[in-house]
């Protein structure tokens, strides 16, 4: 009910490429096939319809036929993927998951009934509307994670405007909005999604060139990835038409340096949250960080220098947190922008800015310094406590070098001294030896 627009075009595309998965191609018929069973396998579980289920998978097709019949079967779905196994019994146990559903590597499936009824006033909402729902877990400015719930009938409203038929990469895990956005356009608009196991940077090369990748979903972090890898040299990226960025802010100097290297693929930034889905957006040109965001049941606007969002999407509320709304309905984002006309600039959380002596300091802008500079393989700006100016810039760096921690600090400085201010220049520096990102390929900046 809830999904015939999709499954409309499994039946109209059915004889064309859905789905490629260990480098084996799925069509529309098949994925329907898989579809019709799961409704099939869910009514002999005797699965009752609204039932809370987490859902623990990557992109395969299995994961993806379920996920459809669930919503199918009305049930509020816990998106739960390999980045968050540290966290599993605690994601289960805030969303109060009446059923847990598993499925490995291999596609196979492990069903297990939990004993406990959710009766979280959101849940019993949705249960009582008739509706499918979705729990996305999101991390706070305190680190603490937090339950998204959403109604998933606005969520796929706008995946019902016909858009273009795209070879897309399942690039963004399978528990993260934007992931989620990315199978959702592919399937509703008659694409093949490209799944990857392995995401890195010369296996999602090698895919793209194999497959004939159309779209890049990504991170600013992964495509630093990509060029300091020099896996886009051993590769035909030929195919590649667009590659759209999110997640975290993009430092200048990644986006310029990526830019030069493929002046003919179009860069886009996106904007989106967990709380309240993917904004349609438009760059003002591939090489710029200024972008207009918005689009059809979205509104924005800037107070305080802060962004806010009033979506038709947005979230019910957190399963474990305060509301984020203000009182006239609208979300919080927290992230710090510049506007110029309808352009903004995402400058950084508000959480994240930190203060020298009254001074504004934003870490992806320090960041983007430090990552021009020769043997830097990664940087992870943050502030640390100073008893003169209440905080100072620290830089965590990650080097290909054998430099001693004091002759880098000479050759930064000298780099710094004409390319920023110098309350801005790191005066803390730590050397480290482990990426620091994590497995949604996020930079991490806090200890």
């Known amino acids: 009910m809830?999904?015939?627009?999709?499954?409309?075009?499994?039946?109209?595309?059915?004889?064309?490429?859905?789905?490629?998965?260990?480098?084996?191609?799925?069509?529309?018929?098949?994925?329907?096939?898989?579809?019709?069973?799961?409704?099939?396998?869910?009514?002999?579980?005797?699965?009752?319809?609204?039932?809370?289920?987490?859902?623990?998978?990557?992109?395969?097709?299995?994961?993806?036929?379920?996920?459809?019949?669930?919503?199918?079967?009305?049930?509020?779905?816990?998106?739960?993927?390999?980045?968050?196994?540290?966290?599993?019994?605690?994601?289960?146990?805030?969303?109060e998951a009446e059923y847990i559903i598993s499925l490995d590597s291999e596609d196979k499936v492990i069903f297990v009934s939990q004993a406990r009824k959710a009766d979280h006033r959101l849940l019993t909402y949705l249960k009582a509307k008739g509706h499918p729902g979705i729990i996305l877990f999101s991390s706070g400015s305190t680190g603490k994670s937090k339950a998204a719930v959403h109604d998933l009938v606005p969520l796929l409203e706008k995946f019902k405007v016909a858009r273009h038929a795209k070879r897309m990469m399942a690039f963004l895990l399978f528990d993260h909005i934007g992931g989620l956005n990315t199978l959702l356009y592919a399937l509703s608009n008659g694409g093949t999604l490209i799944t990857v196991q392995d995401r890195s940077p010369d296996a999602v090369c090698a895919a793209i060139e194999k497959f004939r990748v159309q779209t890049l979903p990504t991170s600013p972090t992964f495509i630093n990835l990509i060029m300091l890898s020099e896996a886009y040299k051993r590769y035909d990226l030929s195919s590649l038409e667009l590659v759209t960025y999110g997640t975290e802010v993009m430092p200048e100097a990644t986006l310029q340096k990526f830019y030069s290297l493929f002046p003919d693929i179009r860069l886009l930034q996106t904007y989106g949250l967990s709380e309240v889905g993917?904004?349609?957006?438009?760059?003002?040109?591939?090489?710029?960080?200024?972008?207009?965001?918005?689009?059809?049941?979205?509104?924005?606007?800037?107070?305080?220098?802060?962004?806010?969002?009033?979506?038709?999407?947005?979230?019910?509320?957190?399963?474990?947190?305060?509301?984020?709304?203000?009182e006239d309905g609208w979300f919080m984002t927290h992230d710090e922008v510049e506007v110029d006309g309808e352009y903004l600039r995402i400058l950084g959380r508000a959480s994240e800015m930190i203060n020298v002596g009254g001074e504004k300091v934003y870490p992806a802008?320090?960041?983007?310094?430090?990552?021009?500079?020769?043997?830097?393989?990664?940087?992870?700006?943050?502030?640390?406590?100073?008893?003169?100016?209440?905080?100072?810039?620290?830089?965590?760096?990650?080097?290909?070098?054998?430099?001693?921690?004091?002759?880098?600090?000479?050759?930064?400085?000298?780099?710094?001294?004409?390319?920023?201010?110098?309350?801005?220049?790191?005066?803390?520096?730590?050397?480290?030896?482990?990426?620091?990102?994590?497995?949604?390929?996020?930079?991490?900046?806090?200890?």
């Not at 918005?294 to 962004?307: I, M, P, S």
């Not at 209440?390 to 004409?418: I, N, P, Y």
Request: neutral net charge.
């Open 2 to 95: 809830f999904i015939d627009f999709m499954m409309d075009h499994f039946v109209r595309h059915s004889e064309q490429e859905a789905l490629i998965w260990q480098g084996k191609s799925y069509s529309y018929r098949k994925m329907n096939e898989l579809v019709e069973s799961w409704q099939t396998t869910l009514s002999q579980l005797q699965l009752p319809p609204g039932s809370v289920v987490a859902l623990e998978a990557d992109f395969s097709p299995s994961s993806v036929a379920l996920l459809l019949a669930l919503i199918e079967r009305n049930c509020v779905i816990a998106m739960l993927s390999s980045a968050v196994m540290d966290k599993k019994e605690e994601f289960c146990d805030i969303a």
């Open 278 to 326: 993917i904004l349609r957006s438009k760059s003002k040109s591939s090489d710029s960080l200024w972008v207009k965001i918005g689009g059809e049941g979205f509104q924005t606007r800037v107070r305080n220098g802060l962004l806010e969002i009033k979506a038709e999407s947005a979230m019910l509320g957190y399963l474990n947190a305060a509301s984020p709304y203000t």
């Open 365 to 447: 802008e320090v960041e983007s310094v430090l990552q021009q500079m020769e043997g830097v393989q990664e940087v992870a700006v943050s502030s640390e406590p100073n008893p003169i100016t209440g905080q100072m810039v620290k830089a965590s760096v990650k080097l290909s070098t054998d430099e001693s921690l004091s002759d880098f600090r000479k050759r930064m400085l000298q780099f710094c001294r004409d390319k920023m201010p110098a309350y801005k220049i790191p005066q803390k520096l730590v050397l480290v030896d482990d990426w620091m990102h994590n497995g949604r390929f996020k930079k991490m900046r806090r200890g």
